[in-house]
């Protein structure tokens, strides 16, 4: 497994909560939370959280959140963030976590929720990620929820090279069936405009079996 030497959002990271990111994100918060009611005891993980927009929006619903990205410039405006949200019990420095590197650095299955938003389109090897996170992070009955680009013609991150140009939804079910996560639903929640181009966003719900 490839690790990332080059921060690439670190030119990015400053200006990253612009309004249409944090609208993003509380679209995709919204529509995980029709299909997932998490408990107060619940643990969750904010996968390639960027800033902590979604993560911090889940955070009072919850025990505790572990926020997780490979970008050291995006931890850093998390971090100062949470410098500030005394307010919300879930970030107190006792139930907040932060971790700069890739999922596989986080390897203690207690974990009852994970969610993705626009992170996995980054990631070459999609298959090992699902298989560690199904053996290593969720508890039986977990919930991974995923929220991404359907396919597109590669023309939504321009001359930036990305892995993959969005995601066909069945190859994607299939690479997470593999790895024992159910897939429970899947469908297209969000369309956004840049220039004359529209590109769709879908959320993915699957579950952890509950194998004894």
């Given at each position: ?43 969750v ?34 971090s ?5 949200a ?5 970030l ?6 932060v ?11 207690d ?5 993705s938003?626009?992170a ?43 892995p ?11 690479q997470?069936?593999?790895?024992d ?5 899947t ?18 719900v699957a ?6």
């Amino acid at each position: 497994m490839k690790t990332m030497t080059t921060d690439k959002f670190e030119h990015k990271a400053k200006e990253w909560d612009s309004p249409v990111k944090v609208e993003m994100a509380g679209k995709f918060v919204r529509e995980m939370l029709e299909n997932i009611t998490p408990e107060k005891n619940f643990k969750v993980l904010d996968y390639g959280c960027g800033t902590g927009l979604a993560g911090i929006e889940v955070a009072p619903l919850v025990k505790s959140v572990i926020f997780l990205d490979s970008s050291k410039a995006m931890l850093d405006v998390l971090s100062e963030k949470l410098k500030t949200a005394g307010d919300i019990e879930s970030l107190s420095p006792e139930n907040s976590k932060v971790i700069h590197g890739d999922i596989f650095k986080y390897v203690t299955k207690d974990v009852d929720m994970l969610f993705s938003l626009m992170a996995l389109h980054h990631i070459e090897d999609l298959e090992s990620v699902f298989e560690h996170i199904s053996r290593n992070i969720l508890k039986p009955s977990g919930v991974f929820v995923i929220g991404d680009l359907t396919d597109e013609d590669g023309s939504f991150h321009g001359e930036e090279y990305v892995p993959h140009s969005g995601f066909n939804i069945p190859e994607l079910a299939r690479q997470l069936e593999m790895s024992d996560l159910e897939v429970e639903t899947t469908y297209t929640y969000n369309t956004m405009k840049r220039g004359d181009k529209e590109y769709n966003q879908f959320i993915l719900v699957a579950r952890k079996a509950d194998k004894k």
